[in-house]
């Protein structure tokens, strides 16, 4: 006689990282930890973990009878994120500290584990440990034997629970230092950078010379605002040649986002800055 036994999973939570930064959102600077108690749970109660880039994944086995009094009761999980991204601080707004803990928290009814729409620093704390950053993640559920127990039938109008992280972007001072040997050097004067055919366009200083680490001359120019970080353009700044209201060429239709390798702290001014590069 053949028997055939058709397994099914089904997603029961999941905890997903976005971040302002990235063009998708999709935020894979963190690997999940999982804490030993919590290994053993999943494993009595037949929970499948898997990972991917910037999201933690619990599936059930549908076939396993869960309407029973063993299963009663609040079940607890807890979790860690570990940054892998040695530069995740420069281009995020969380404080400027290297061993940096965050506490995330299950709010009922909401699908952030945080209370602002972002990660704010209010949640944030530094670490006696060395460690980077990280975070901890405290989840409970079946708080009314909704999931698993005698009721548990009914999980399925509730699940999948899906939770998420989103981490902001940091506004910094952006910088372009300009150098060469471009004949358009000679008007330094008559050079600008500003973002074209925009309402409120972002705008920055006159060129202000500087002297390079080479011993070369350069001219910088900086925004006159704060600026988020990107990992791509989402407004397009060019450097332009502008003679007189009449006359205007286009040098760089579209300068790159500087780099957040690069992001300091002026004691000075105290605020932050990032630069980039430009050779005309």
């Known amino acids: ?9 089904q997603e029961l939570l999941s905890i997903t990282i976005y971040h302002g930064y990235y063009h998708s959102f999709s935020c894979s600077d963190f690997d999940f930890v999982v804490e030993n108690e919590t290994w053993q749970t999943l494993n009595q109660y037949g929970i499948i973990l898997k990972q991917e880039p910037n999201k933690l994944i619990l599936i059930l086995d549908v076939n396993k009878d ?44 909401r699908e952030l584990l945080h209370p602002s729409e972002n990660v704010s620093f209010d949640i944030c704390n530094e670490s006696e440990l060395s460690g980077g950053i ?10 009314e034997n909704e999931l698993f127990g005698l009721s548990s039938n009914d999980k399925n109008k509730i699940l999948p629970i899906r939770h ?38 972002i705008t920055f200083t006159k060129a202000i010379p500087i002297k390079l680490s080479n011993g070369k001359e350069g001219f910088l120019f900086i925004s006159e605002k704060c600026l988020p970080l990107k990992e791509r353009p989402n407004k397009q700044l060019g450097l332009y040649l502008i003679r007189n209201k009449n006359t205007e060429n286009q040098l760089i239709k579209s300068l790159p986002c500087p780099n957040p390798r690069s992001v300091n702290y002026d004691l000075t001014t105290e605020k932050f800055y990032v630069q980039e590069f430009i050779c005309i």
Request: with cysteine; net charge positive.
């Open 66 to 109: 869960f309407n029973h009094h063993c299963y009663l009761g609040e079940l607890h999980l807890s979790f860690k994120i570990k940054n892998k991204n040695p530069q995740f601080l420069n281009f995020t707004e969380l404080p400027f500290i290297s061993n940096l803990t965050i506490n995330f928290e299950q709010i009922f009814g």
């Open 1 to 9: 006689m053949q028997i055939n036994h058709t397994i099914q999973f």
């Open 134 to 143: 990280t975070g901890t993640i405290k989840l409970v559920l079946n708080k």
């Open 164 to 201: 998420t992280i989103n981490f902001k972007e940091r506004n910094v001072f952006w910088k372009y230092i300009i150098y060469g040997s471009s004949k358009y050097i000679e008007e330094i004067d008559n050079l600008c950078i500003y973002e074209k055919n925009q309402k409120d366009s």
